[in-house]
């Protein structure tokens, strides 16, 4: 019954919207609806909708780091791996197959999201469905902020927000003033190609205090700098291989026909190309000496294509708002993997080059998203009352098809003797589609005892059902494998919080909420996993169902400000995880599966400050730290000999994350109309043990190690004349090219490949604005 209902809720609630828009027009006055504001106020101060209404960042009792566009532009942020990077306590990890993020050390690559990834009041984030896909994140451009939440928001933001929540919030159009924004860029990396963009934004009245509209296009291309060679010959086959052109346009309207009512459809479109993966053989690199070498077979190509249409409407009813957002995101995400060196250390045991020099075994992956989803609220909008509140309800139907076709012509000439390749020779084949659906309701209160002292209380109730089909063939599987599942549970979230406020520029706040993502279905995996399935003690195949995990989270923080002089905001924190969704490896076939394995406990802090000890110089630091531990030994099945991870493992991610920022106004053109600015953001190297170096938990691979200090400077001279800024930049200044990644090109193959940072890069930026 959850489908008929909640499409009736999906589809009705923008109608739903507008009938109360309707009613609402017959109004002589009322309050203005809530929308969506400036990242800035007049005084200054960030302005987030972290709690679902607008205000001060320095109010929000919760521990939140936002970027203003302004933000953004003065350190050179474009794209998310540079917002994560100036962000405390959050890490983040890409390929060109997988991307993981993790809040508070709630880090996990398979099933569901731990991090819900938002565009505006939109959730997009993925489920890890077979063996490749990652979430989309918006290129950033023409946003107004970038929001993110730290520790899980069940309560507001549901299933997917587990360890946190990250919001994209993009520029709505204007009613009463034109706006344009521009920004075009021109850089050379050193050992690589020259990197470009180009984007204009325009926020304009078409009917004065009736009609906006918002409207942006936006291209940019990144250079490589890794070469693509020949394995056999040791020649470049492509130079500056790893490329990426994005292409990017939005256009948003704003009907606001009374004061009280505001109507804004909208759609965002992005298109990231990437002609081959960043990764760099370490056999055939000189990181010394900038080489970077990829002996691929193939080129590890890929396409991310999204529309996301959304409509929002909004309605002040005198003391109460109606929001209501409804929305559809339609991806298709495609790429190549090389399987070359896999498939035939997999299926021969020869750890070597390939055999022959035109073998290759191509890794074909589509995974495309269609989501579709609804969400109505009601809150108070008296901020003179001590009760204010949140009611509402919403439903997600999200379904995702994740295919992967693994040919190999050569494998019956190397494994069987044939006297020839057979084109198409099929490994693995697997078409998997699934559903997630989503119903809930929610309702968050906030009761000011005094002018000082309040309480928050919220709850969530959640109903979630998840369904799969796979049918998977090939060589790895035998017959054909047709194979279906269900899971379904119902979710509970609350939050709970005191807030004090002790002056009226200092915030303390204590909270303990709960967070949660969905479980879900092991599809059958390959005849060839039989016996390691029955030697850990699945004699008949593996588990089908895993469940969802849950978070509690209890953070006590302050924020405060110093007049002119600067701000401070700091938490600490501790999260407890239990039935964590893990991969268990079956590593004589190459396949896994996931399974609700064990407990962990993260405790850290962030703090977040600002000083400016005269009005010319500022001072900016953000600075993390998470401790995060497995609780219990637990093994990846009943007979396994080994545990799959042992009491006190850590979690993957560095202990200590920090960003420092300092800029210098002086007089160019005009009064503080030049700048002088630097970026050092850091991550310390991991020295506890995970379960996978860790020699109690069996046979480890001594090769691999954990991953190093990363250290990345930037500095900016620039000048305002007028409505420009035009700036020279470089990024990267000490030229490392330590590896954020680094794994096997096949297990257990004898070369390894690893992600690097871009080398330095040299810059010009030039931005309008009115």
Known sequence: MIRRSANFFA????????????AALAQAAGTEAASETSATADSGEIIVTATRKSESINKVPLSVSALSREALDSRGIRSFNDVIRQTPGVSFEKSNTTTNIAIRGVNSSVGAATTGIYIDDVPIQIRQLGYGGGNAYP?????????????????????????GTVRFITQQPSLDTLKVYGRAELASTQHGAASGEGGVSISAPLVEGKLGIAASGYYRRDGGWVDRISSF?????????????????????????????????????????AADSGESWERFSNYDNHKFINA????????DR??????????????????????????KQSFVQDYTNFDQTLFTGVNALPLLPEQNA????????????????LQSSNAASPLTWVLGGFYSHAEQTSLQKVTDPYLPVYLFGGPAPVPGFSVYDQNAVSTDEQAAIFGQVTYKFTDQLSAIAGLRYSHTVFTIRSVAQGFVVGPLVDDRGRQSENPITPKFGLNFQATPDTLLYASASRGFRVGGYNPQVGTFCGAE??????????????????????ELGVKSKFGRLGSVQ???????????????????????????????????????????????????AEIGYVDAKFKDTVFGGPTAAAPFVSKGDAVLGAPWTASFHAQYDFDAFRAKGGYIRSDLDYRSKQTALPPYLNPANGAIDTALNLPPAVVFWSARLGVRPGNFDISLFVNNILDKSTWTRRERASNPFEFFRRETLRPRTFGVTATYRM
């Open 139 to 163: 290129v950033v451009f023409d946003l107004d902020r970038v929001e993110v939440l730290r520790g899980p928001q069940g309560t507001l933001f549901g299933a997917g927000s587990e360890g």
């Open 362 to 377: 191509p890794s074909d992956f589509l995974v495309a998203q269609k989501n579709w989803t609804g969400e109505l609220r």
């Open 533 to 554: 399935l029955a030697s850990i003690g699945y004699p008949n195949g593996r588990p089908t169902n895993f469940k969802s995990d849950s978070v509690w989270s209890y």
């Open 11 to 22: 589809a009705g609630t923008a109608l739903a919207a507008l009938v109360m828009a309707d």
């Open 306 to 331: 999204f529309t996301l249409a959304s409509l929002n409407v909004s309605v002040g009813l005198g003391g109460v708002d109606v929001i209501a957002v409804g929305s559809y995101f339609d991806r």
């Open 296 to 303: 691929n077979q193939l080129a590890e190509t890929s396409k």
């Open 233 to 273: 010959t040791n020649k470049v086959v492509a130079n500056n291989a790893n490329s990426t052109d994005s292409y990017v346009g939005r256009v948003a309207l704003t009907w606001q026909p009374t004061d009280n009512v505001k109507i804004t459809p909208a759609v965002f479109y992005q298109n990231v190309k």
């Open 570 to 620: 700091a938490s600490v924190y501790q999260i407890d995880w239990k039935d964590i969704q893990q991969a268990v490896a079956l590593n004589s076939c190459g396949f896994q599966f996931t399974n609700n394995l064990g407990k962990a406990r993260s405790r850290g802090f962030d703090l977040q400050l600002e000083v400016r000890p005269t009005d010319r110089l500022t001072l900016q």
